[in-house]
């Protein structure tokens, strides 16, 4: 599918969800992705890009860089403690603060560095012990944390499990949000990013609809 009918896509769920025109972002999801496949989406005009290796990031993003002004970097996979620095020097958000551990880096780094990307809370909404994210009863308290910490949160995100019915876990997102003030939502891939939209995402992640199969 074309990057242009994504964006129409979107912007016809916004209308249907009552919500303004251009406030849902559009990430990009360039993991696994031939650099030419990726170019041909930067030709387009398109600079909001993910990827859920900082690895993978580093070899991709820095030459992109040099050749395109502009570029919107989101870190949205797992994130070990050891390669948080490299995906702070990267990335302008990471959608995957989901410990305490973790936070403490960040906020500690942050320091040194000077800067601190723009950060989601990832929430394991479905409460699936192979996934990462703060379980949903706990997601207060670690929020309250990042805060104390003055880390920049300013949204969660959630993967929702893949055999359950997405509307229930993004409801859950956006209440969980709400209820901490939080204006971010970082929800919706490519088989569901209306449904995330009706409901609130400010955030989408799409990957394989606007790029095609991964390719390794
Ligand atoms: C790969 C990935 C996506 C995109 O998935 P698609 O189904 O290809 O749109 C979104 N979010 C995360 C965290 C991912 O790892």
């Excluded at 896509?9 to 650099?35: F, N, Y």
């Excluded at 860089?65 to 994130?79: A, K, N, T, Y």
Aim: hydrophobic share 45%; glycine share 8%.
């Amino acid at each position: 599918m074309s990057l242009q009918e994504i964006h129409s896509r979107i912007a016809k769920a916004e209308q249907a969800a009552d919500r303004a025109e251009g406030s849902v972002k559009l990430i990009a999801v360039s993991k696994k992705q031939l650099d030419e496949t990726v170019k041909a989406v930067l030709e387009q005009g398109h600079r909001c890009f993910g990827e859920n290796r900082v690895q993978e990031a580093a070899g991709k993003w820095p030459g992109f860089r040099e050749q395109f002004e502009g570029i919107d970097l989101h870190i949205i996979g797992p994130l070990q403690t050891n390669k948080v620095r490299q995906a702070m020097e990267l990335a302008d958000a990471i959608h995957s603060v989901d410990r305490p551990k973790l936070a403490q880096t960040l906020a500690r780094l942050a320091q040194e560095i000077g800067h601190c990307p723009d950060l989601f809370v990832q929430v394991n909404t479905g409460e699936e012990e192979q996934k990462a994210g703060i379980l949903p009863g706990e997601a207060d308290a670690f929020i309250a944390e990042c805060r104390a910490l003055d880390l920049p949160v300013k949204g969660l995100m959630c993967i929702p499990p893949v055999d359950e019915e997405p509307a229930l876990h993004f409801a859950l997102l956006a209440k969980i949000a709400a209820r901490n003030g939080l204006e971010g939502l970082s929800m919706g891939m490519s088989g569901d990013f209306e449904k995330a939209i009706a409901l609130g995402a400010t955030h989408v992640r799409v990957g394989s609809a606007i790029f095609g199969a991964r390719a390794y």
